[in-house]
Each structure stands twice: as C-alpha cells, then as structure tokens.
C-alpha cells in the first residue's frame, strides 16, 4: 500500500537585489495612517522575533538587518493576510518586500487596491 505525503507549496525567497521596493505598484493612495502601520508593526513585534525593539525601528529601516529570517518573515506575511484581508501573491514571497514597515505598507495598497479593483 502506497502512502502519499502531501507536499506543501513551494516558492523562492529571492535576495533583496532581486526586487526593488520602489518596483511595487501603487495604483492607490499609499497606506499611511497611524492605524495600518500600528498594525503592521503589532505584526512585526509579535510575528518577526527581532533582536531589536521594532519601537527602535523608522518606518524605513530594514528588517532584515534588525533580524528578520526568512521563516520568521512567512509568519509576518500569513499574520498580514489574516489581518488585512489579502492574500500575497507568489511574486510578493521576496524578501524586497517585507524589507521594511515602509515596504510592507507599499505592498498591502497594492493588493488593498487590487481586491477593491476586482469586488
């Protein structure tokens, strides 16, 4: 008797030289209220296990360099998707865009205006 496993979806985190942030569409007004970067860094404290105090952080510092891991910054991306509403395309999964809370922010107007686009 054969057992398959399933097999969880792959995609590549690609390095940060890959994909510019100023690359990101931005079809809508971008996301720069106190509320959504409040939640955004709720997200990164909770979900990034930083060695620095995100509170440290400015909205443009890179994540990664404060500490961000490629898996810790999957958890960033799902807790994202549950609190906005959206979903991260596979051409998101880079590392460009969760560089930063600036990024982060970019790349949640793009698909806040794509699902508001379609619905």
């Known amino acids: 008797m054969s057992c ?5 979806p792959s995609f590549v985190i690609t390095p940060a030289s890959a994909v ?3 690359d990101l569409e931005q079809p809508g007004p971008p996301l720069d209220n106190d509320r959504v970067y409040g939640e955004i860094r709720r997200i990164v404290r909770d979900h990034a296990d930083l060695i620095v105090d995100v509170a ?3 909205d443009k510092d890179d994540l990664f360099r404060a500490g961000l891991i490629s898996h810790a910054m999957i958890d960033v991306m799902l807790a994202l ?3 906005f509403g ?3 395309p596979e051409r998101m999964l ?3 865009v969760f560089q930063s809370i600036d990024t982060i922010a970019a790349a949640l107007t793009e698909l806040r205006t794509q699902a508001s686009a379609r619905g």
Request: charged letters at 35%; zero cysteines.
């Open 4 to 8: 398959l496993k399933p097999q969880a």
């Open 20 to 22: 510019d942030a100023d």
């Open 56 to 58: 440290t952080l400015s």
């Open 81 to 83: 998707e549950d609190q």
């Open 86 to 88: 959206v979903q991260f």
């Open 94 to 96: 880079r590392r460009s």
